[in-house]
């Protein structure tokens, strides 16, 4: 059995993460406290992920980026980087894919929390910048890591978006796609030890990060 | 001195709310401004703090100019000399007593110098969440007096307090508007607590300030 699935499933849900996690919060904190009126467009268009089925959100980044046409054809000739049928393709579909498990648990920490603290903050002399570091995003440690482990969990079981974006190489074959070909070439034992895996290690993570976030992290 | 005459409106879904508010401070002087409940003292004090924006006027403090709606100048809230206190949950649940105090200390005194003098050193470490109503304002109060502000906002800030502690409280209001010359505008529901303190009096009634001899 090859472990190279395991390493690029791994892979891509960290790096997944880590980009999401650098966009929601800026995200997060505009959608929170913006008083723009067409906030609601920009909050419907980072929910869309959840509700589209994933085959179509690949589909449509594999014409956005298939290195015959358009941007993608524009992006290879140009910086000889193809984005279909890669890992850098997958990070793509994933980060769009998994945006909202990571940005929906922010928002809602933001606006739980109690408006007097950003007007404390304010009127004892503090910038949006300061508040935002000091006292916001301590508060909302917990859902912080909610979104990561989401996100995280989320990311490890992507299916639709790889299939269609991730061509069938070895560089994009993460562990639910090698399931899937297993499957197909009737090697149940082999999709075995991969599903049961990917099952006690998704199960594993969501323990201990749960366990992390009670015991470490104060609400 | 704080001089404002400033309109404003709430496009309240049950009824329209229009207010007129005009009111001076001096220097050094505790003001106090009572009415019945909902009628709008906590309006007022944010709209001199700077989070809300009157229809019009002007809110002038000395020199500065905190809002003019004919200059199209507001003022953010962080560049007024000011701080406020809220009624209800204000302080930073990440953050300890001490660390609350230390938050925007200005005043050349330590937070535990400001927490002995009010007997308060057990609670330093505390989070806010272990903290009583009486214990959590009274953290509040010390927190925005650190500032060493020029104009010092109270929304009810002592009404979870102990009879027999208020007056302690009074006293330091009072020293530290002669030492600072600090102004304060404090709302209260006690006559008795801003006949002891203040040098003047508003009564709010029907969206106006009147003057209480």
Redesign the interface.
Known sequence: MELYPYWLSLKLAFITSAILLVISIPLAYYIAYSKHKAKFILEAICTLPLVLPPTVLGYYLLITFSPNQGLGAWLKNTFDWQIAFSFSGLVIGSVIYSLPFMLQPILHGFTQL?S??Q?????????KLFTLC??LL??TKPAIITGCILSFAHTLGEFGVVLMLGGHLKSTKVVSIAIYDEVQMMNYSQANQYALSLLIFSFLTLIAANLFKSRYV?G | MLKADIHYHIPNRYEALNYHFELAVDRASITGIYGISGAGKSTLLRLVAGLEQPLSGYINFDEAIWFDSKKQIHLEPQKRQLSLMFPGKQLFANMSVSQNIEYANNSGKSSADWLNQFDLTHLAQRKPDYLSQGEQQRVAFIRALARKPQLLLLDEPFSAINEELKADYYQTLKHYQQEWQMSTLIISHNRYELNTICQQQYQLTNGKLIVDI
């Open positions: 109690p007097t603290y007007e404390a903050s304010y009127t004892l002399g503090k910038s000091r006292v301590p508060c104060k």
